[in-house]
């Protein structure tokens, strides 16, 4: 290609052709000379502009020709749009041609080449990888293959394992865990294994004086029982030519440090080097770049990063890459690389810059080259803080919702707001309480959609169905608005579990019970209520322990234990048949469906969504099993785990995600709720090495220097390390907290509250929380509420009696939904009860088309087979999977409409305690629409207003009455009510309710 003349000679003229006002400490950045440099670059500092600008100065100067710039960043997303920018900014800088003609094609030249850091390596294993005995067949594992391969192995393990007690999907997911760990620190696992043996035998001769100390112990033989199985993995994956993400960075890493030719190669190819977000590059990404563009070569190579927003050290990233880049990258000389520093913040106005400052000051002081953010000429006094206190935490969702209504109202866009939560479990309500004020809304991330109800109650039956140890899901299932099952009933069905198991009640002797531990337990012998539903089939749920079940309860156990049987039948079936499946069965999608209300048409996005979800994990690998899902699922949600990839839409909505998926965006207004004690920052330590086999010892991590080191083997020591790691995990949370709160341009609205929906201590006030009052309080913001502290001695007023007002049991339909439930039903029963319709000969297929088939059809049938039997609509041999008919209730001549209103002294009573809720009514029965459940007023969520189309009941096994309720007028939330069942049998309307609280029924 014929030498570039330089298009640039004065940063004045970049100044006027970008058409940028860039400052000072901007332009010292971009001019820089090429040679190694990190810049420190604070929250709104404008990096991405400045490296596009440093691109443009580079190759308008004549330095370097366009297609010898290499930029790496993280996202997908990210290099998209640095890749823009920089083609953008070269041609508006005629230094290149945006739409050269085909004869000017090779004068123009190439293009930088800007890709993600796993991107780059991929392509350096496929270039040079045979270097390193990697067969060029090598292909890389998508997420869904890489849980199924590790379902396959630990499922295939010859064992025994009697330190592994998780459930399977945990152990999938422990194992991808430790493999990734290795992978990332460079560990091989010979040199784990001599660790955790030399532990072993330290510890045989240590006395071990408390709870604490005998945990060490048990977590250093599990996780050498998970490296067998890492081994195993790691083979499967070689015989297969397969290697993961991990695998891909330890392989490149490994290239580029033995293979000194490689970085020769590309650091000729490559004579500048962009390193965005350098903060969250893990060791081995580190090694893997140093040893090609480092190594006291003087490259130029710039990395930007600020390590106050190094947020993901849970996921391998370490904070030393940015501090110590000056010693990684020296010059050629040997002298540190040059640090810089960006500081001038253009996003955020000066008051919401005082406030993030004066949380990161303790950051600043553990960083070399970190600035306080100064805001923008003329925006010292931009931007607006606003906080309140509230005194529960229905009133603080109330607030928020009431705020960002207002905000809508008065003009601002639903999609210039966003809220920004700790963690995903108020997703749910913070949807509901906006849809129910007519505000948009979006769930952001497949973590969030997991916290939501009907996603939740979806999962908790594949769990259920894959682990019959799954017992907090089968209790999910068990007291929901499908069963209600009673406190009462529920407890009896625990005790026979434990029963079945040889254990002893928890009346038990607590002298039995420590023998019994000391002795220890099998750990297939596990407390299984699901092997405890079982006992209710054959044996009509009699047992030996003759246990008091109210008679209710032992049909609905019945029902729901041959339902889970024959759900099962399908566990071999591909994933997507068996989610279907598992809607079908519960009918959780029809009665979505036939809900008018906007929170269930939002909850029916939710579930497509999370269907979508599942269904790229199935592509990926078309034998995707549901164990591999539930392996995927349990991973994203902890930490999203770098799985969840998801990203804000362009939708008009208010987007509702957590403060980690929010780096990198911004928002004219940002609300984080929940700034109470513990939740934000969170006090939890993380997981230590010393309890958790998934966990790499810290004294073999690359970054082993800025972690606690190890403990002494003294009830003193353990304690002295684990606060130690409290100490880190504070410095995490800080970091947490800073990029929330440098999110927004213009508002923050910040919030908590002192008595949460169910706890009994009280909260307060988060440290953020005081810090944001102080900032109000001085005069930069507005405290809106600030609820005063409760006695020592009050109780939560959510619990209280006063506030928590008894409702009937089951809640009865309003009068308006029992009446189009009635007409739906008449419907139904109108058309099934009809003769089929005699079929017209005359009909032509297509219409006004000729007959598709010759007229002597040769596949035409005997004349016998025109004789088949009309189907028996009550023939179990027709019911899906071959199901039986279930238990039928106790008053069989009811039939539609049959809403339950309780009578007597104890109508309001929501606790019965013989489990009272409907008898089971058999499918033989044919089940009506008006069998159905909601609550009076507005609220009635589930009750489908008339608008149910015949062809949808056609399935004797659906039809209606099989409706859900939410559990009560106070509430939307629609999942943790006790109030329809799938498919019992409502009495008549005026009928009392069997069985009360605290007595037997009247």
């Known amino acids: 290609?014929?030498?570039?003349?330089?298009?640039?000679?004065?940063?004045?003229?970049?100044?006027?052709?970008?058409?940028?006002?860039?400052?000072?400490?901007?332009?010292?950045?971009?001019?820089?000379?090429?040679?190694?440099?990190?810049?420190?670059?604070?929250?709104?500092?404008?990096?991405?502009?400045?490296?596009?600008?440093?691109?443009?100065?580079?190759?308008?100067?004549?330095?370097?020709?366009?297609?010898q710039v290499l930029g790496l960043t993280f996202t997908n997303k990210a290099a998209g749009e640095l890749s823009e920018r920089v083609r953008k900014a070269l041609a508006r800088a005629g230094i290149t041609d945006p739409d050269p003609s085909p004869a000017d094609a090779e004068a123009v030249g190439g293009e930088p080449r800007i890709s993600t850091y796993h991107a780059f390596a991929g392509q350096l294993l496929k270039d040079h990888g045979l270097r390193i005995g990697l067969e060029p067949s090598s292909r890389l594992l998508a997420d869904a293959t890489r849980f199924q391969l590790a379902a396959k192995v630990l499922r295939e393990a010859p064992g025994p394992y009697p330190s592994l007690t998780k459930s399977v999907p945990d152990l999938v997911g422990d194992l991808l865990a430790l493999d990734g760990e290795l992978s990332e620190h460079?560990?091989?696992?010979?040199?784990?294994?001599?660790?955790?043996?030399?532990?072993?035998?330290?510890?045989?001769?240590?006395?071990?004086?408390?709870?604490?100390?005998r945990k060490v112990p048990e977590a250093v033989r599990g996780r050498l029982e998970l490296l067998e199985l890492v081994v195993r993995y790691r083979a499967a994956k070689r015989s297969r030519d397969l290697f993961d993400f991990s695998d891909q960075i330890a392989l490149s890493a490994q290239l580029a440090t033995t293979r000194p030719e490689v970085g020769a190669l590309l650091r000729e190819e490559f004579r500048v080097v962009l390193l965005d977000e350098y903060q969250d590059t893990s060791v081995a990404q580190r090694l893997l770049l140093s040893g090609l563009f480092g190594a006291g070569s003087g490259h130029a190579v710039t990395a930007v990063g600020d390590p106050c927003q190094a947020i993901y050290g849970w996921r391998g990233a370490s904070?030393?890459?940015?501090?110590?880049?000056?010693?990684?990258?020296?010059?050629?000389?040997?002298?540190?690389?040059?640090?810089?520093?960006?500081?001038?913040?253009?996003?955020?106005?000066?008051?919401l810059l005082d406030l993030a400052n004066g949380l990161a000051a303790p950051?600043?002081?553990?960083?070399?080259?970190?600035?306080?953010?100064?805001?923008?000429?003329?925006?010292?006094?931009?931007?607006?803080?606003?906080?309140?206190?509230?005194?529960?935490?229905?009133?603080?969702?109330?607030?928020?919702?009431?705020?960002?209504?207002?905000?809508?109202?008065?003009?601002t866009e639903p999609r210039e707001i966003a809220v920004l939560c700790r963690s995903a479990g108020d997703f749910a309500q913070i949807q509901a309480v906006l849809v129910d004020r007519d505000v948009p809304v979006e769930v952001v991330g497949l973590s969030g959609l997991l916290h939501l109800p009907e996603v939740a109650d979806l999962v908790a039956v594949c769990e259920v169905l894959q682990d019959p140890g799954a017992n907090a899901s089968l209790v999910r299932l068990l007291i929901g608005p499908r069963w209600r099952i009673g406190a009462r009933d529920l407890a009896l069905l625990g005790r026979r579990a434990r029963l079945l198991v040889g254990r002893s009640p928890a009346e038990s002797d607590p002298d039995e019970r420590l023998a019994a531990a000391v002795e220890g337990v099998d750990p297939a012998e596990i407390v299984s209520l699901a092997d405890a539903l079982e006992t209710f089939l054959d044996g009509s749920g009699q047992?030996?322990?003759?246990?008091?079940?109210?008679?209710?309860?032992?049909?609905?156990?019945?029902?729901?234990?041959?339902?889970?049987r024959d759900l099962r039948r399908s566990l071999a079936d591909p994933l997507m048949d068996v989610l279907h499946r598992v809607l079908g069965a519960t009918g959780l999608e029809v009665e979505l469906s036939a809900s008018p209300h906007a929170l269930a048409a939002r909850r029916r996005e939710t579930l497509s969504n999370f269907m979508d979800v599942a269904a790229g994990f199935a592509a990926l690998d078309g034998e995707?099993?549901?164990?591999?899902?539930?392996?995927?699922?349990?991973?994203?949600?902890?930490?999203?785990?770098?799985?969840?990839?998801?990203?804000?839409?362009?939708?008009?909505?208010?987007?509702?995600?957590?403060?980690?998926?929010?780096k990198g965006l911004e928002w004219d207004v940002v609300v984080v709720p929940d700034l109470c004690a513990g939740a934000f920052p969170k006090e939890k330590p993380p997981e230590a090495w010393t309890s958790y086999a998934k966990v790499l010892p810290y004294a073999l991590r690359g970054?082993?220097?800025?972690?606690?080191?190890?403990?002494?083997?003294?009830?003193?020591?353990?304690?002295?390390?684990?606060?130690?790691?409290?100490?880190?995990?504070?410095?995490?949370?800080?970091?947490?907290?800073?990029?929330?709160?440098?999110?927004?341009?213009?508002?923050?609205?910040?919030?908590?509250?002192?008595w949460g929906p169910s706890q009994k201590k009280r909260r307060g006030p988060s440290a953020f929380l005081e810090a944001l009052y102080e900032h109000c309080a001085a005069g930069f913001g507005e405290i809106e509420a600030w609820a005063d502290e409760p006695d020592?001695?009050?109780?939560?007023?959510?619990?209280?009696?006063?506030?928590?007002?008894?409702?009937?049991?089951?809640?009865?339909?309003?009068?308006?939904?029992?009446?189009?439930?009635?007409?739906?039903?008449?419907?139904?029963?109108?058309?099934?009860?009809?003769?089929?319709?005699?079929?017209?000969?005359?009909?032509?297929?297509?219409?006004?088309?000729?007959?598709?088939?010759?007229?002597?059809?040769?596949?035409?049938?005997?004349?016998?087979?025109?004789?088949?039997?009309?189907?028996?609509?009550?023939?179990?041999?027709?019911?899906?999977?071959?199901?039986?008919?279930?238990?039928?209730?106790?008053?069989?001549?009811h039939r539609s409409g049959g809403a339950w209103a309780p009578s007597g002294p104890d109508a309001d009573d929501v606790w019965p305690a013989e489990a009272d809720a409907a008898p089971v009514r058999g499918r033989d029965d044919g089940l009506r629409a008006g069998d159905a459940w909601a609550p009076q007023g507005s609220d009635d969520l589930w009750a489908a207003e008339g608008d149910l189309e015949p062809a949808r009941r056609q399935d004797d096994d659906r039809r209606s009455g099989e409706a859900w309720a939410p559990p009560g007028p106070a509430s939307d939330v629609l999942w943790e009510a006790e109030a329809a069942p799938a498919s019992g049998r409502p009495g008549p309307a005026g009928r009392a309710v069997p069985g009360v609280r605290g007595r037997a029924p009247g």
Request: net charge negative; with cysteine.
């Open 1 to 67: 290609m014929p030498a570039r003349s330089p298009a640039l000679s004065d940063p004045e003229q970049l100044k006027e052709l970008l058409g940028i006002p860039f400052t000072p400490e901007q332009m010292a950045c971009v001019t820089a000379p090429p040679a190694p440099q990190v810049v420190v670059a604070g929250a709104g500092s404008g990096k991405t502009t400045v490296m596009a600008a440093r691109v443009v100065w580079l190759v308008g100067t004549g330095a370097v020709a366009p297609e």
């Open 186 to 213: 460079l560990v091989e696992p010979e040199h784990l294994r001599l660790h955790d043996t030399g532990l072993l035998d330290v510890l045989a001769g240590t006395k071990l004086t408390n709870e604490d100390l």
């Open 319 to 351: 904070v030393a890459n940015l501090d110590d880049f000056p010693e990684h990258f020296p010059h050629a000389d040997g002298t540190p690389a040059t640090r810089l520093s960006l500081s001038e913040n253009r996003r955020s106005g000066g008051r």
């Open 363 to 411: 950051l600043r002081a553990m960083h070399e080259g970190v600035e306080a953010l100064r805001p923008a000429p003329g925006a010292e006094a931009a931007g607006q803080v606003r906080c309140a206190l509230l005194e529960t935490h229905a009133q603080e969702l109330d607030w928020l919702a009431d705020s960002v209504a207002h905000l809508v109202r008065t003009g």
């Open 543 to 564: 047992a030996p322990d003759d246990l008091p079940f109210s008679a209710e309860a032992r049909v609905r156990f019945a029902h729901l234990a041959q339902e889970l």
């Open 624 to 662: 995707a099993t549901l164990l591999a899902f539930l392996a995927f699922l349990r991973t994203a949600a902890q930490y999203e785990k770098g799985l969840d990839h998801a990203l804000p839409g362009g939708e008009n909505t208010v987007k509702v995600l957590t403060a980690h998926k929010s």
């Open 703 to 754: 970054d082993a220097p800025t972690l606690p080191g190890d403990p002494a083997w003294t009830s003193a020591g353990l304690k002295a390390f684990k606060a130690a790691l409290k100490d880190h995990k504070a410095v995490e949370e800080l970091r947490l907290g800073y990029v929330t709160f440098t999110r927004p341009r213009s508002l923050l609205l910040a919030s908590g509250h002192w």
């Open 792 to 893: 020592p001695t009050a109780e939560n007023p959510a619990l209280s009696g006063e506030s928590a007002q008894d409702h009937s049991w089951p809640l009865p339909l309003d009068p308006q939904s029992l009446t189009l439930r009635r007409a739906a039903a008449a419907l139904v029963e109108s058309y099934l009860a009809a003769p089929p319709p005699q079929e017209d000969e005359s009909y032509l297929w297509p219409p006004d088309c000729e007959e598709p088939w010759p007229a002597e059809d040769p596949w035409e049938p005997g004349p016998a087979s025109d004789a088949a039997p009309a189907r028996d609509r009550d023939d179990d041999r027709h019911r899906p999977g071959g199901a039986p008919a279930p238990l039928r209730g106790q008053d069989d001549d």
